[in-house]
């Protein structure tokens, strides 16, 4: 830690600081580091069980209401667009506004949202119900970012020492509400009806308002002058972000056209898909934990497990449809099995894109601090937003125009280009700095001659 560390320690319930309770990575954990975890974990569960129960059933509703299946990738397609730019915004003055706050109001702001979005089946059907869906989405996407950006900065800032390790602890809980989310969301909708799902789900969101308002500790810390811009001058970092961009446009093209994709292919119920959804989520829920420890202890792992990633998940994308040109008919044993492949690979290449890119921040004469865990926070919020915009919106286009198969095998097509590149550049840096180490160990020996002679 640098001497600006010093100005940017979190106030605690114990008096300590920061520096006394992460110095070891194999200290055990403090009361205040306990009280955090709690909390972000909270934060990640009730998000994404809230985030995660339109995919059963939200697309067919939508269809009824006279929505089309480019409107609807645009309805997903937005929550991330507005996602992008809170994160953006949010990142840069996470200081400015307090990380504390920033999480809690997110909440509040995700829960409200979620309730309302449970009244849309009494609004008149058309351009009503197609507008307001875009409203509170977009404004629900601001609350998400709110929370995310600020649980991604503070774990971060707490654990400095065992950073992928945290994250991969905390996927379970995000995995968690992936894998629940679709399954209660589809036996409420199928036994309660349209508005169930999003008053139970919305109330239990609001409930962690006061929660983490009574445990999560307050962070204090300086205003940094960096930017995003400069994070973008590094080409490692854009490298990864086209890979995070990937990642999140796989996942958002999933969310908008499997379900109905499986309901009129193998006439499943909307109870079905949200188990058939857990092909996805529960490989990305079991590995991440491992991924991270890994990750934490040989960081060395961390480039390949990116590439690798890409490379599975580009497969995984090709054979869920699978490719027309391949001939193969499309079986559920095979969509489930290529849906595990593809949630296990999503682990692989995103465990590791967090600390990389924060050590190339770092390495680059970025503060360490909470101002820079913001920043990088909203960078990987924003791309992976951008990235859940594009995958419904061109993926529902590309579905509507020609077919799911094809719309599929362009997402892999993406995820086997940023695996190829990343794999380029590891490669290129790998063989530079293996030329520098001959000279490097030569110079001392050539120096002693000339002296001796």
Not at 290 to 317: C, E, K, Q
Request: aromatic share 14%; hydrophobic share 45%.
């Amino acid at each position: 830690m640098n001497d600006n560390m010093d100005s940017d320690e979190v106030q605690q319930t114990d008096g300590s600081t920061l520096e006394e309770s992460t110095s070891s990575p194999n200290q055990r954990m403090t009361r205040y580091q306990i009280l955090t975890l709690t909390s972000i974990a909270s934060v990640n569960f009730s998000s994404m069980i809230c985030y995660s129960i339109l995919g059963p059933f939200f697309p067919k509703e939508a269809v009824k209401k006279g929505a089309s299946q480019t409107v609807i990738g645009l309805i997903f397609g937005c929550y991330a667009l507005c996602n992008l730019m809170g994160s953006l915004v949010l990142g840069k003055y996470i200081v400015q506004i307090g990380a504390k706050f920033m999480l809690i109001s997110g909440l509040f702001v995700s829960s409200v949202c979620t309730i309302l979005f449970g009244l849309l089946d009494k609004v008149p059907d058309g351009a009503t119900f197609i507008i307001l869906c875009f409203i509170i989405r977009s404004v629900d996407a601001v609350g998400f970012s709110a929370a995310m950006t600020s649980s991604f900065a503070v774990s971060t800032k707490v654990f400095p020492n065992s950073i992928a390790t945290v994250l991969g602890s905390l996927e379970i809980f995000t995995g968690l509400g992936l894998i629940l989310g679709p399954p209660i969301g589809g036996w409420l909708y199928q036994s309660f009806g349209y508005e169930v799902p999003f008053m139970a789900l919305g109330c239990f969101l609001f409930l962690m308002v006061p929660f983490n308002m009574y445990i999560l500790p307050s962070f204090d810390a300086d205003p940094s002058k960096d930017s995003f811009f400069r994070l973008f001058t590094r080409l490692k970092i854009v490298l990864i972000c086209f890979s995070i961009f990937t990642l999140s446009s796989g996942l958002g093209f999933l969310d908008a056209a499997l379900s109905i994709y499986a309901i009129d292919t193998f006439n499943l119920s909307p109870g079905y898909v949200g188990l058939l959804l857990l092909g996805l989520s529960l490989p990305y829920c079991l590995a991440s934990p491992l991924l991270g420890i890994v990750s934490d202890r040989f960081p060395s792992t961390r480039p390949w497990f990116m590439v690798l990633g890409g490379l599975f998940t580009a497969t995984g994308f090709w054979f869920l449809g699978p490719v027309p040109i391949l001939q193969i008919k499309s079986q559920l044993w095979l969509v489930v099995f290529m849906l595990g492949i593809i949630g296990f690979s999503l682990s692989m290449t995103a465990i590791p894109t967090f600390p990389e890119i924060l050590d190339c921040a770092y390495e680059n004469g970025f503060e360490e601090g909470l101002s820079t865990l913001g920043l990088v926070s909203g960078l990987f919020g924003a791309v992976w937003s951008f990235g859940m915009f594009c995958g419904p919106t061109l993926g529902g286009f590309i579905t509507q125009q020609l077919s799911f198969e094809w719309a599929a095998s362009v997402q892999g097509g993406l995820a086997f280009l940023a695996a190829f590149f990343l794999g380029v550049y590891f490669l290129c840096q790998r063989t530079r700095q293996e030329r520098s180490l001959p000279i490097q160990t030569k110079r001392p020996s050539d120096e002693a001659t000339h002296l001796l002679t």
